[in-house]
């Protein structure tokens, strides 16, 4: 089970901070990762971070501005939202992937999230 935070109303150019944390029943190991999901707009890759921490990736339209990152007990990811933009509005979930390795493809991930609602006023 995945339990996802931090969501919230900020203005254009904030910060926000997300949490993910992964409870019992997830795989032994796995990657995390971020996805989102706008009004009328199809879900859509934002990052990723392996099991170890070591490799991320990001969705071209937030590298730079967001970050990526989980915890020395492997059980939390977070991401870090800087710069935020009116077109990061949407519904921020979080998910796990059995393995390592991160992945920009939704279909490999297994356990979702509730979504966290982020809303960025121009």
């Known amino acids: 089970q995945l339990q996802a935070s931090g969501g919230g109303l900020v203005q254009a150019g904030g910060s926000l901070r997300l949490s993910c944390v992964a409870s019992?029943?997830?795989?032994?190991?796995?990657?995390m990762g971020w996805f989102r999901q706008a009004p009328g707009k199809e879900r859509e890759f934002v990052a990723a971070i392996s099991w170890s921490g070591g490799s991320t990736l990001y969705a071209d339209s937030v590298k730079g501005r967001f970050t990526i990152s989980r915890d020395g007990a492997k059980t939390t990811v977070y991401l870090q939202m800087n710069s935020l933009k009116p077109e990061d509005t949407a519904v921020y979930y979080c998910a796990t992937k059995s393995g390592s390795l991160p992945s920009m493809v939704s279909q490999g991930y297994r356990y979702w999230g509730q979504g966290t609602l982020v809303t960025v006023s121009s």
């Open positions: 019992v029943g997830t795989f032994s190991t796995y990657a």
